[in-house]
C-alpha cells in the first residue's frame, strides 16, 4: 500500500499499477507500506478499482500515540528509521532519544540525518558535529546534508540502497525537501519555517512510499513538532538507551527506575563515567513526561 486517503488506499499491485481500493471493513487498519491481498472490482477508462481482502503479516510496525493515549500505526515493514534533524527549527537532544526510544522499541534500526547545514557557519558546523558526537560514539550513523545546496545526498542515496524507509522528525527540518531532492521528478509539498513561532508548518498531509532510482522505498510521514512517547514503563525506556544495557541486570531491584535507588548499577556507571550525565537526564525526564 502506498498511500492511505481515510478509507480510501492507494494499491500498487506486483507489475506497478495503482489502482484505488476499499479498506477492510472492521479490520486492522492498512498503513503506509503495509502488503494486501486485493480484489480488483471494476476496471475502465484508465481506472482501476479494488478492495483489500487480507493484512498480510508485517516485519516490523511503527506506531505513535493518538490523544486518547492509543498506539496509532504509522508505517509498516520498515528497515530504516531515518530520525531528520536541523538546525532550525531548534535542535533539541531529547526529541532525537525519543525517536530513539520509539526505533529500539519497534525494532527499526535508525540513522540520524542533520539537513540544512548549509545554515551554519564552519564554526557553529564544529559545534553542531561535538554536540552530536555521543550519538555516533553509541554506534548511531549520522548523515551530514543540505537539501538546498544537495550536499550529502550520495551518502543518503548510499544509507537508503536495498531498504524501506520512513523519514520521520519536526515539521520544518527538511523531510519533504530531501525527499524532494531524491525524487526530483516527484511532487513532493515543501513548507517552510514560520518566523512567527521558530516552528515548521506542516507540509505532507498523509504518509506516501516512494520508490528510489538506485533501489529501495521512502516514505514520507507528516511531521510532528513534538514527539511524545506512549505511556512508557521505565524498563521499556531504560531498554532504548542503548548504552545503558549492559547494567540494567546489575540492579538491585528488579523494578528498579534508575532515578534514586541504591544498588542500581546504571546509576553507577554513570558516576564511573560510562553513562554521559545528558543521556542519563533525558532517561529521566522522558519517564517523567513522556
Known sequence: MVASFGARLEVEDAAGGRLQCNAVRGGEPVVCGDRVRFALLRSGAGKRVGAVRELLPRRSLLCRPSPDGALRPMAANLDRMLIVLAPAPALYEGIIDRYLIAAEHFGIPPVLVVNKVDLLAAEQHRALRERLAPYAALGYDLVWASAKREDGLDALRATLRGHTSVFVGQSGVGKSSLVGQLLPETDVRVGA??????????????????????????????????????????????????????????????????????????????????????????????????
Do not use: K, M
Not at 513561532?197 to 498523509?206: D, E, I, K, L, P
Not at 512508557?232 to 548504552?243: L, T, V, Y
Not at 564511573?272 to 517523567?288: H, N, V
Open 193 to 290: 519555517i514560520s518566523e512567527a513561532t521558530g516552528q515548521g508548518r506542516h507540509t505532507t498531509t498523509t504518509a506516501r512510499l516512494y520508490h528510489l532510482p538506485e533501489g529501495g522505498d521512502v516514505i514520507d510521514s507528516p511531521g510532528v513538532r513534538e514527539f511524545s512517547l506512549w505511556n512508557i514503563a521505565p524498563r521499556e525506556a531504560a531498554q532504548g538507551f542503548i548504552e545503558f544495557r549492559p547494567y540494567l541486570a546489575q540492579c538491585r531491584f528488579n523494578d528498579c527506575t534508575h532515578t534514586h535507588e541504591p544498588g542500581c548499577g546504571v546509576i553507577a556507571a554513570a558516576e564511573r563515567g560510562e553513562i554521559t550525565p545528558r543521556r542519563l537526564a533525558s532517561y529521566r525526564q522522558i519517564i517523567e513526561q513522556p
